[in-house]
């Protein structure tokens, strides 16, 4: 199941509405309720290359593209049928 724009809009808005205060857990529970059927993984910032579709708080969150037998981190919103929140380490 792709991402929708209105998918898209709410993501931005949750995002934008959490800011800073944004933790990992709230953030994937919050998805999970916002976006559901759509896949989500997690991981460690570290782990990821590609710059974020968005960012709040210590959380970066990417596009992915499940449709296929491997999944793959894409900037394209049109591809995009799954997201990753990627956790940043604290200082």
């Given at each position: 199941?792709?991402?929708?724009?209105?998918?898209?809009?709410?993501i931005?808005?949750?995002?934008?509405?959490?800011?800073?205060?944004?933790?990992?857990?709230?953030?994937?529970?919050?998805?999970?309720?916002?976006?559901?059927?759509?896949?989500?993984?997690?991981?460690?910032?570290?782990d990821?290359?590609?710059?974020?579709?968005?960012?709040?708080?210590?959380?970066d969150?990417?596009?992915?593209?499940?449709?296929?037998?491997?999944?793959?981190?894409?900037?394209?919103?049109?591809?995009?049928?799954?997201?990753?929140?990627?956790?940043?380490?604290?200082?």
């Amino acid at each position: 199941m792709a991402l929708s724009e209105s998918d898209i809009a709410r993501i931005d808005a949750l995002v934008a509405a959490l800011g800073d205060g944004a933790r990992p857990q709230m953030l994937g529970v919050a998805l999970q309720r916002l976006v559901p059927g759509v896949a989500l993984r997690q991981c460690d910032a570290s782990d990821v290359l590609e710059d974020p579709f968005r960012s709040a708080g210590p959380c970066d969150l990417h596009l992915l593209d499940v449709s296929s037998h491997c999944i793959k981190v894409t900037d394209d919103p049109a591809e995009a049928s799954g997201l990753l929140l990627a956790e940043r380490a604290q200082p």
